[in-house]
């Protein structure tokens, strides 16, 4: 059930012009914070050279940046850029101003409901291992 409200959330994000597993990536990065190829694209469930295209169009679209690693020269550190942590903000703020007018008109006892189920899921993340 979950699933198909995220799913319509999302129809939200077709308004940013991106590609869902580009806007996915993007996220890694911004919520997550900078990474090498491989971790992103071990993140995504994804092989290397897919995500290589992936990260290609998000480079070329000024969203990702490719920077060197400060501790390991040789390595190379995938970050999102300013324009790229923006895009994103403005993706959750349009989902979130989806799921706010979904809600709109529930009743408290659903509400409540809703605040339980969402103290439960926290719960079951944090004790993820």
């Known amino acids: 059930m979950a699933i198909h409200l995220v799913r319509r959330l999302r129809r939200s994000d077709e308004a940013l012009g991106i590609s869902s597993s580009r806007l996915s990536a993007l996220s890694v990065l911004v919520f997550g914070g900078p990474c090498t190829l491989g971790e992103l694209a ?3 469930q994804v092989t290397a050279p897919s995500m290589s295209r992936t990260v290609a169009a998000l480079e070329d679209g000024g969203l990702v940046a490719r920077r060197s690693d400060p501790h390991d020269g040789r390595a ?17 703020a ?14 408290e006892r659903d509400l409540r409901a809703l605040e339980r189920a969402t103290a439960i899921l926290r719960e079951l993340e944090s004790s993820e291992g």
Not at 79 to 91: C, K, N, S, V
């Open 42 to 44: 071990a993140a995504e």
């Open 94 to 107: 349009l989902r979130e101003q989806r799921l706010v007018r979904e809600l709109a008109g529930r009743d």
């Open 76 to 92: 190379v550190r995938l970050e999102a850029t300013l324009r790229g942590r923006r895009l994103m903000h403005r993706g959750r």
